[in-house]
């Protein structure tokens, strides 16, 4: 198991305690998120620390990485209660809640990390985020993580293999009924718990990208490793609408424009950076071999027909994707 998240194994009861001595402290703010510390979403949210600190801003930004404060689901809680202030958030929890964001979740909408972060700077996307204010959010703009891909403990080299083998997936309904539709069995497991689930064959392969294949090395455990890009992976950062009432318009502005910046550096810089995991994968042996959408069979457009009726946002961003591509 990596270090950091042994390390957050013992950090957690420290972290809330801390979250709690900090809890009604208004110069403080907290921003949680459920990446470890080497990861670029915890890197993002540093700087923007550091740029606040630099700045002389009234508040200071504290980071808490590694789900210290919850899993997403209890993060959103706390920011729906006003008692974490932002957080990074996957897509899951909220496509759960708000049938807009199952829209990222259409296999082959981004056609590469480059045509993502198109998608992810659209009108569409942004009507999508503004949605969260229904469940008492603030959408303060988007990042993304690398395009996924398949890692295999077996060997996996066509669709057939696929076949009921126990798929990691990310906890919500429209992800887990694209690895249905491909015949497999999903089986929801967090990001921290990944790498002792797969070494010891809780799943047989897993729904990833080749950032933490890299990082977590899950590598080390698979015998396939496959270049699909058969699905996009934002990422959503949010602020608890109550806190979010306490602040003056200038810190809005001010606090708007910060994170809108780092975010936009953020969604460009994973258009090389997915590229440069990749190579470095291949760097340290690992065969990564390159697969198209038929890989998937049927899946692909069966996932399209039963989820765009589901959300007319599925077929909005599709349009809109097809427009930027
Ligand atoms: C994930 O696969 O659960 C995940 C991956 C990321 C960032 C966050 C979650 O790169």
Redesign the pocket.
Same mark, same amino acid.
């Given at each position: 198991m990596p270090k950091w998240f042994v390390g957050c194994i013992f950090c957690f009861s420290a972290a809330m305690t801390s979250f709690s001595a900090a809890s009604g402290n208004g110069d403080v703010m907290r921003l949680g998120l459920? %990446?470890p510390p080497p990861?670029?979403?915890t890197k993002t949210a540093t700087a923007i620390a550091a740029e606040l600190e630099k700045d002389g801003f009234s508040k200071k930004l504290s980071v808490f990485p590694s789900g210290q404060l919850g899993n997403e689901a209890q993060m959103l809680q706390l920011l729906q209660t006003g008692a974490m202030d932002i957080g990074f958030f %996957?897509t899951?929890e909220l496509a759960n809640r708000l049938p807009q964001f199952a829209a990222f979740y259409t296999p082959y909408l981004a056609k590469d990390a480059a045509h993502a972060a198109r998608i992810l700077s659209g009108t569409v996307a942004v009507e999508i985020l503004a949605s969260t204010r229904k469940i008492g959010l603030v959408g303060l703009g988007y990042g993304m993580?690398?395009m996924?891909q398949i890692v295999a403990r077996g060997q996996v080299s066509g669709y057939g293999d696929l076949k009921g083998l126990k798929v990691r997936v990310?906890p919500d309904a429209p992800l887990t009924d694209f690895w249905y539709l491909a015949g497999t069995a999903p089986t929801a497991i967090?990001?921290s718990v990944?790498y002792d689930a797969f070494a010891n064959g809780q799943v047989d392969a897993?729904?990833?990208?080749f950032?933490?294949t890299l990082r977590l090395k899950f590598y080390q455990h698979a015998k396939s490793v496959l270049y699909t890009d058969h699905m996009m992976?934002p990422?959503v950062a949010l602020a608890s609408a109550k806190s979010w009432a306490r602040m003056s318009e200038d810190d809005k502005k001010y606090l708007n424009n910060v994170f809108q910046k780092h975010l936009a550096v953020l969604l460009t810089s994973y258009v090389t950076a997915d590229q440069g995991f990749k190579e470095k994968l291949i760097e340290e042996g690992v065969n990564i071999v390159k697969v198209d959408k038929d890989f998937f069979g049927d899946a692909p457009d069966n996932w399209y027909d039963r989820w765009s009726k589901r959300s007319p946002y599925v077929q909005k961003l599709k349009e809109e994707a097809d427009s930027v591509r």
């Open positions: 459920i %990446t990861h670029q979403w %996957t899951s993580a690398g996924r990310v967090p990001l990944l897993m729904h990833i990208d950032e933490n992976f990422m």
